[in-house]
């Protein structure tokens, strides 16, 4: 902790300079960007209506819940009105005030809740598993290697002055291997005659030129994790382009030197490098798990009960434990739902709570018997939660769009409205095929704008906000993706659809359309979705 306090005395005048900037900005002293070049490496974003998005690491989205209590006391204190949950499992804190930016980022690091590498040319919030450390399918739990990179690399100041964004993350086991694929630098568990480590992707990355990624390493010991990571950097840090933006990310380097030359000029820095992380430990999860509350309540509304938990809950390796997600729709949660949250978790014991990848919560440890009291505190006090888990809305993954993004072109979240509310007609009249809609409808991804936000370039199907002109007026449109798949089998990125453009009004039946086509397939063959959209790579529509 102290050496972070001296850390953060280095890095003051920076969070000074950012808030001097700011008043700045608002007086018409520099323009935008000049403001986006002090703010963006701490994650720190102009945002729509003359306020600031402050973005806040946490290495797997996890927080205690005493962290989440202190961010929800700091919210109240300083007006914040609510938390956006971020693709990169971040907690995005919108509408700050300008002259309030650096109170928040002090308070915030008062409580070991940090900004640096949120967002900008550094390295940024790491990736991890949901389910780590809890799932029966764990290889090993990956979250204390993930916590160890993150502590380490805070205090690394070339992770920070790179000339574009690095990010990396970790998985516990093959079900996430090829979320991995799409990382500057990916880490799979895998253990090799007794031995911990892990397969090593390198040069992945979703945006300008998607790629999925090459394998660096098939098996690397655990001891070598770090000096792995910081060699990465080093390699980027010393020959990543600084001249041209769009050509600025690791893939490009890769791409540029070729796959076994960069390899080598990666080794040749392993080689010469002594770094060698000390030893591991283990998370005690038991601890926490004696926390737990135990409850004699039963659910007040048996059938929405048990629809709610098929959906949400999930076992565990520990005896009457289960992981429960929450969905929450568009990934906003308003300082009200913040605060109620705050006491059920308080009131079943949980220790913490875990943002995901596709913008929803879980708690990772909850004792079964709370589940009841649980559905009946969730209906009661913030019934959102639970109508949007057992609603097709609550599947749809969107970016939050122009509304508030700087520079988003279309209302992502709006269009996910109107597709969730064709699909829910199309699932009333059909009522057989409800299950398999609401399954399938996480294949929908939705960005206001060309970046990856919301993972278009892995969507069976995507859409990418854009305006055209159509006979002679500028329309709201989006182009149409598809085919996005990473399995053991196949790996693919989605492909854009040639000259399949549509205008806002015509995209939920456009999907309608496509979704009654699936489900007529599914009687004469079994397929996911996922596999019919690759199937349809090379479709027109």
């Known amino acids: 902790m102290e050496r972070i306090k001296e850390k953060l005395k ?154 574009r964004k690095l990010k990396i993350g970790f998985a516990n086991n093959l ?29 992945g990355g979703m945006g300008r030129n998607s790629r999925i990624g090459y394998t660096l390493f098939d098996f690397l010991p655990e001891e070598d994790l770090l000096k792995s990571v910081k060699t990465m950097i080093d390699v980027f840090y010393d020959h990543g382009d600084r001249q041209n933006r769009m050509k600025a990310r ?25 770094v060698v992380n000390e030893e591991i430990k283990p998370l005690n999860y038991m601890k926490k798990i004696d926390r737990l509350v135990t409850f004699e309540e ?24 289960v992981s429960l997600a929450l969905f929450v729709k568009n990934g906003d949660l308003p300082l009200a739902k913040v605060k109620k949250l705050n006491e059920l978790l308080e009131n079943i014991g949980a220790s913490k709570i875990r943002a995901t990848i596709n913008q929803n919560l879980v708690i990772p440890m909850v004792h079964s018997s709370a589940l009841g009291y649980t559905f009946n505190f969730l209906t009661r006090e913030i019934p959102e939660i639970v109508s949007d888990t057992v609603s097709i809305r609550g599947q749809l993954r969107a970016c939050v769009g122009a509304h508030v993004c700087m520079i988003g072109v279309q209302n992502s979240m709006g269009v996910a409205d109107t597709i969730a509310e064709e699909l829910d007609k199309l699932a009333n009249e059909q009522p057989e095929v409800r299950d398999i809609i609401f399954r399938e409808a996480k294949n929908i991804r939705i960005s206001g704008c060309p970046s990856s936000c919301a993972g278009i370039p892995v969507a069976p199907i995507g859409f990418i906000g854009l305006k055209k002109r159509i006979d002679g007026a500028i329309v709201d449109c989006m182009q149409v993706y598809v085919g996005g798949l990473l399995t053991n089998s196949i790996q693919a990125l989605s492909v854009e659809v040639p000259n399949k453009i549509l205008p806002l009004t015509e995209i939920p039946m456009f999907v309608r359309g496509i979704f009654e086509e699936y489900l007529e397939t599914l009687k004469t063959m079994k397929i996911s979705f996922g596999q019919y959209m690759y199937n349809r790579r090379n479709d027109t529509f």
């Open 10 to 163: 280095d890095i003051e005048v920076e969070y000074q300079d950012l808030q001097d900037g700011i008043e700045n900005y608002a007086n018409n002293g520099i323009t935008s960007m000049e403001l986006k070049g002090k703010g963006s490496k701490f994650g720190i974003y102009e945002q729509k209506g003359k306020k600031m998005m402050l973005r806040l690491k946490a290495v797997g989205g996890e927080l205690s819940t005493k962290k989440l209590k202190a961010l929800t006391e700091i919210m109240e204190e300083i007006n914040i009105p609510y938390i956006h949950l971020s693709t990169r499992q971040n907690y995005q804190l919108h509408e700050v005030p300008f002259d309030k930016v650096k109170d928040t980022i002090e308070a915030c690091n008062g409580h070991e809740m940090y900004f640096r590498g949120g967002g900008g040319n550094t390295f940024r919030s790491i990736l991890v598993s949901t389910y780590t450390g809890m799932s029966l399918n764990d290889t090993f739990d990956v979250m204390p290697y993930a916590r160890m990179i993150e502590n380490e690399i805070f205090f690394y100041d070339k992770a920070f002055q790179f000339g």
């Open 175 to 203: 079900e996430d291997e090829f979320v991995m694929a799409v990382q500057d630098m990916g880490f799979v568990a895998r253990e090799l005659n007794g031995k911990r480590g892990f397969k090593v992707y390198f040069g």
């Open 250 to 274: 690791l893939r490009f380097l890769v791409e540029s030197m070729g796959i076994e030359e960069f390899k080598k000029l990666y080794f040749d820095y392993f080689d010469k490098s002594e």
């Open 298 to 321: 039963e659910a007040n509304e048996k059938k929405a009960f048990d629809e709610w938990k098929k959906i949400c809950v999930r076992e565990t390796k520990f005896k009457d434990v």
